[in-house]
């Protein structure tokens, strides 16, 4: 069993900062995986926020690119998120993931998601 627990949301006003964490436990060689951080506003898809292979290689959807910033420390079986200047249309509930594919397998893990809400 895979067990990701996300913390370091809460509330922060417009222009503020805030770094989230997921912890990964359980049956997981976490450096294999691709790690990502997911968004979901209300009334809203869930999208895919940032993501960093096992390689170190970041990919980030462009309304949040030069503002945050996904990283990882394999030793700590752990992501972040650093997220600056950050917005009102920032706010939603985050989710990690991790994903492993190898040959017709894909292992899919999910958080239950922290929330982040930026506002005055």
């Known amino acids: 069993q895979v067990l990701l627990v996300e913390s370091g949301g809460g509330l922060v006003q417009p222009g503020g900062s805030l770094t989230l964490d997921c912890v990964a436990s359980g049956s997981i060689l976490f450096s294999i995986y691709t790690m990502g951080w997911y968004r979901q506003a209300p009334g809203q898809q869930r999208e895919l926020v940032a993501s960093i292979t096992s390689g170190g290689r970041t990919d980030y959807v462009d309304s949040v690119r030069g503002r945050f910033t996904i990283s990882r420390d394999n030793a700590k079986n752990t992501v972040y998120l650093q997220m600056n200047s950050l917005k009102p249309e920032d706010t939603a509930v985050y989710y990690c993931?991790?994903?492993?594919?190898?040959?017709?397998?894909?292992?899919?893990?999910w958080g239950q998601g922290t929330q982040v809400t930026v506002s005055s």
């Open positions: 993931n991790a994903k492993y594919s190898f040959f017709t397998r894909t292992n899919d893990y």
